[in-house]
């Protein structure tokens, strides 16, 4: 069965410094891989995906996340937090050996400090 | 265009009351998903509809609840006699087709069941 760990359930982050949100999957085949963000009382807003190809990947809002299948990871990144950033992420794997549906993570949950 | 909408926003039923909440996907997008989040489960896949396939039920908790999907498009949830473990956002989502295109979210249905 596949799964999704994220192994931090908080984070805490001062505004223009560094973010790296970890992510963990298990997943029997060729894994689609997402991100995506919300913000309170909204719904879920994708930052980025991978498919295929290139293991960097360039989302929106300045974040990119590296798949190391190796490691079966795919971290989220950005280089300098804004105080928007503020939010809850969650990393996600689906693919056609799922049946399509996604597997979310238990999410990780940002604060920004001024 | 128009993103994924739902309604109602909030709904607060009593216990063992019937609720419908209803899901307009993106225009033209053929793949529809519901979905649970709650604060003890977090989020939780419940049914897929594709084209005109039969739809993947695998992920419904009880046969309280069910779900359509008429004319390829409009999608209602319904959930019969609920209970207060039914309380969740309840988030709907749409792709252009199954398989290797992400998943695009409305902002879900938050329900109360007292």
């Known amino acids: 069965a596949q799964s999704v760990t994220q192994p931090d359930i908080h984070i805490t982050v001062s505004e223009g410094a560094s973010l790296e949100l970890r992510c963990n999957y298990s997943?029997?085949?060729?894994?689609?891989l997402f991100w995506y963000v919300q913000s309170p009382g909204q719904g879920l807003q994708l930052l980025l995906k991978?498919?295929?190809?290139?293991?960097l990947v360039q989302g929106i809002k300045g974040f990119e996340a590296e798949f190391k299948r190796s490691q079966s990871s795919f971290n989220l990144r950005k280089p300098s937090v804004h105080w928007s950033d503020a939010a809850e992420y969650f990393c996600?794997?689906?693919?056609?050996?799922?049946?399509?549906?996604?597997?979310f993570g238990g999410g990780t949950r940002v604060l920004v400090k001024p | 265009g128009a993103g994924v909408s739902q309604s109602p926003s909030n709904k607060v039923t009593e216990k063992g009351k019937d609720v419908e909440l209803r899901c307009d996907p993106i225009?033209?997008?053929?793949?529809l998903y519901w979905y649970r989040q709650s604060l003890g489960q977090g989020l939780e896949f419940l049914i897929y509809?594709?084209?005109?396939?039969?739809?993947?039920k695998s992920g419904l908790p009880s046969d309280r609840f069910s779900a359509e999907r008429t004319g390829g498009s409009v999608s209602t949830l319904t959930i019969q006699r609920t209970q207060q473990e039914d309380s969740a956002v309840y988030l709907c989502?749409?792709?252009?087709?199954?398989?290797?295109?992400?998943?695009?979210f409305g902002p879900g249905t938050r329900l109360t069941v007292t």
């Open positions: 989502a749409s792709s252009p087709l199954a398989g290797a295109y992400e998943q695009y």
């Open positions: 997943y029997g085949a060729t894994p689609y």
């Open positions: 991978y498919f295929s190809g290139d293991t």
């Open positions: 996600a794997v689906g693919g056609k050996a799922a049946g399509n549906k996604l597997t």
């Open positions: 225009s033209g997008h053929t793949a």
């Open positions: 509809f594709q084209g005109n396939s039969a739809p993947d």
